[in-house]
């Protein structure tokens, strides 16, 4: 029993209930990133010591009593150890991978299970296709669909350094996930392919006046904001979005988002002429290059891959 009750105390979805445990018991988000951040940095030995002012902002006083045995735990067993450090590492992703599957335990822990958090030796390949028989057997289309968006996004902010914010924003202008998806696929193609930002301009705007031509106007500019690394005015684009949502009459009038568009917002008109600035540009074809969804990596499987590199 003794054994039984420790393995589920160990379990990654138990390392992960109980940070998600300590981030909902502190008052503020920023503490729970600077818990994260300080006990990836600090020895084993010294933890508990440094991260002892962060158990005095938490609402939940047994908290450190539970932290205080992982820790120990994490002394006494270096396999251990390197699971707990495997999870702290992948915390703001898992967060979203909880959310993506309803805040369904089952599901959750099947999915930890399939990524292996506990196993350090499970290869890439192994990781892959316990993922794939998690989403295809576990999970219904709608959820299934939500994790695709996870890895897309988590992939993308990666690779191009964007921001939750700008993510957000972006989703929200083009208001249909598998569009979305594919445009930060796309996206990815110039930094993977170093192809002109032009180029891949053209074919997200190719794409998308193929599907939904009236969210362009809009999303060009958010996209030359971002690419241009402008402070980005989000209430500026969220104007937008709020406007497109409360007159829905008008959402597949292209005459009428266009208008919108140049008219309240982009006042130089000729900036945004795409067919203007981009008409000289020679497109390849437009699925060159663009990868099959794959899990991101964890901090320590790229550390890893950097030394072996």
């Not at 699971?83 to 309803?102: P, S």
Request: with cysteine.
């Amino acid at each position: 029993m003794k054994k039984k009750a420790a393995e589920q105390t160990t379990t990654p979805y138990a390392i992960y209930g109980f940070f998600r445990s300590f981030r909902e018991s502190l008052p503020d988000d920023n503490d729970f990133s600077d818990f994260i951040s300080t006990l990836t940095i600090t020895p084993m030995k010294d933890v508990v010591e440094m991260v002892l002012p962060f158990f005095h902002r938490s609402s939940d006083k047994n908290l450190l009593t539970q932290f205080q045995i992982l820790i120990r735990q994490a002394e006494q067993n270096s396999s251990f150890e390197s699971t707990l450090m495997r999870v702290c590492d992948a915390i703001d992703m898992l967060g979203k991978v909880e959310l993506a599957l309803g805040f369904d335990e089952r599901l959750m822990d099947g999915y930890l299970r399939a990524m292996q958090f506990d196993n350090g030796s499970a290869s890439h390949q192994q990781v892959w296709s316990g993922l794939q028989r998690f989403l295809n057997e576990e999970c219904d289309p709608n959820i299934k669909k939500r994790m695709e968006r996870v890895f897309a996004e988590q992939k993308a902010g990666d690779e191009l350094g964007l921001s939750d914010d700008i993510l957000t924003t972006a989703s929200a202008l083009v208001g249909d996930d598998s569009l979305y998806i594919e445009i930060l696929e796309t996206l990815q193609l110039n930094n993977r392919q170093n192809l002109p930002w032009d180029t891949v301009i053209m074919r997200i705007q190719r794409n998308i006046e193929q599907k939904k031509p009236q969210v362009w106007p809009m999303l060009r500019k958010f996209l030359d904001d971002v690419h241009s690394r402008r402070v980005i005015d989000f209430n500026f684009y969220w104007d937008f979005i709020d406007y497109q949502y409360m007159n829905e009459q008008y959402a597949d009038d292209q005459y009428i988002n266009d208008q919108y568009a140049n008219d309240q917002y982009i006042n130089d008109s000729e900036t945004y002429n795409i067919q203007q600035k981009l008409a000289n540009i020679n497109l390849e074809s437009e699925n060159d290059g663009v990868n099959v969804i794959e899990p991101p990596q964890t901090q320590e499987a790229q550390r890893k891959q950097q030394v072996v590199q």
